[in-house]
C-alpha cells in the first residue's frame, strides 16, 4: 500500500476490537513522531506510550471516557513543556555539538536565537501554546506512520486535561497533555464510520494556486 492509498485508507476510528498491535510497529510510529521537524529542533514535548490496562482503565473513568480508550491497543500523549527554562536550552545545545562534532563557540548564534524566541514569548501560557503546536506536528507523523502500518489512529482532543495529567503524573514533570492517540484495529462490526467513504472537501474549494 503505497502513502495515499494509506491515507486514503484511515480515518479517526470510533470503534477498535481489542487486538494488540505488534511492538515494532509502535516502535515505528513512535520513532516516526520523534523524527518530525519542530521549531529550532527543540521538540519542546514529550511522548507517553500506554499499554497498561488499569492505567487505561483510570483514564477512561476520570479523564477520557470514550470507548477507544479501552479498546485501543496503546494510547500515546503528546505532552508539551511547561516552560522552556535555560537548562532545557543548554543541554538542547550541548546535545547538537556531542551529535554534530561541533564546538559550543560555533553553536552560540544557534543559542541565542532559540533564547530570544523564548523570551519573546510574553506568557507562561504562550510558552505552553507554542510547545503544543509543536507537538501536533509530531502527531501528524504519527498518525501517517500509522496509517502506513495500517494501525488505525484516533486522535482525541476530548479529554480533561488536568485529570490525564494527573494520573501520570505530568505536572511533576512540568509537562502538559495536549493531544492524545488511541492506536489498534478497527472494529468492523461496532464503528459506524468504517463503511462510510471519507469526506473531505473538493480540491476546488480546498486548494487556492497562486502561480
Same mark, same amino acid.
Given at each position: 500500500?503505497?502513502?495515499?492509498?494509506?491515507? $486514503?485508507?484511515?480515518?479517526?476510528?470510533?470503534?477498535?476490537?481489542?487486538? $494488540?498491535?505488534?511492538?515494532?510497529?509502535?516502535? %515505528?510510529? !513512535?520513532?516516526?513522531?520523534?523524527?518530525?521537524?519542530?521549531?529550532?529542533?527543540?521538540?519542546?514535548?514529550?511522548?507517553?506510550?500506554?499499554?497498561? %490496562?488499569? !492505567?487505561? #482503565?483510570?483514564?477512561? #473513568?476520570?479523564?477520557?471516557?470514550?470507548?477507544?480508550?479501552? &479498546?485501543?491497543?496503546?494510547?500515546?500523549?503528546?505532552?508539551? =513543556?511547561?516552560?522552556?527554562?535555560?537548562?532545557?536550552?543548554? &543541554?538542547?545545545?550541548?546535545?547538537?555539538?556531542?551529535? %554534530?562534532?561541533?564546538?559550543?563557540?560555533?553553536?552560540?548564534?544557534?543559542?541565542?536565537?532559540?533564547?530570544?524566541?523564548?523570551?519573546?514569548?510574553? $506568557?507562561?501560557?504562550?510558552?505552553?501554546?507554542?510547545?503544543?503546536?509543536?507537538?501536533?506536528?509530531?502527531?501528524?507523523?504519527?498518525?501517517?506512520?500509522?496509517?502506513? &502500518?495500517?494501525?488505525?489512529?484516533?486522535?482525541?482532543?476530548?479529554?480533561?486535561? +488536568?485529570?490525564?495529567?494527573?494520573?501520570?503524573?505530568?505536572?511533576?514533570?512540568?509537562? %502538559?497533555? +495536549?493531544?492524545?492517540?488511541?492506536?489498534?484495529?478497527?472494529?468492523?462490526?461496532?464503528?459506524?464510520?468504517?463503511?462510510?467513504?471519507?469526506?473531505? =472537501?473538493?480540491?476546488?474549494?480546498?486548494? $487556492?494556486?497562486?502561480?
Amino acid at each position: 500500500m503505497n502513502l495515499m492509498d494509506a491515507l $486514503t485508507w484511515r480515518y479517526a476510528t470510533k470503534r477498535m476490537n481489542g487486538k $494488540t498491535v505488534p511492538e515494532n510497529k509502535i516502535q %515505528r510510529i !513512535v520513532e516516526a513522531a520523534q523524527l518530525a521537524p519542530s521549531s529550532y529542533g527543540l521538540q519542546p514535548y514529550s511522548l507517553i506510550s500506554i499499554s497498561n %490496562r488499569e !492505567v487505561l #482503565q483510570r483514564i477512561y #473513568q476520570t479523564a477520557a471516557p470514550q470507548p477507544q480508550i479501552l &479498546e485501543c491497543s496503546h494510547l500515546l500523549v503528546f505532552a508539551a =513543556w511547561q516552560n522552556v527554562d535555560q537548562s532545557k536550552i543548554d &543541554e538542547f545545545i550541548q546535545l547538537n555539538a556531542e551529535l %554534530r562534532e561541533l564546538s559550543m563557540a560555533s553553536l552560540q548564534d544557534y543559542k541565542a536565537s532559540i533564547e530570544g524566541l523564548i523570551k519573546g514569548m510574553e $506568557t507562561p501560557d504562550a510558552q505552553l501554546s507554542w510547545a503544543a503546536k509543536q507537538a501536533y506536528i509530531a502527531l501528524g507523523f504519527a498518525l501517517i506512520a500509522a496509517a502506513s &502500518e495500517k494501525v488505525d489512529a484516533t486522535p482525541m482532543e476530548g479529554f480533561y486535561p +488536568a485529570e490525564l495529567d494527573a494520573i501520570l503524573g505530568l505536572q511533576e514533570k512540568q509537562l %502538559r497533555s +495536549a493531544v492524545i492517540v488511541a492506536l489498534g484495529y478497527r472494529n468492523h462490526e461496532t464503528d459506524w464510520l468504517a463503511k462510510l467513504p471519507k469526506v473531505r =472537501w473538493p480540491a476546488s474549494k480546498f486548494l $487556492t494556486n497562486i502561480a
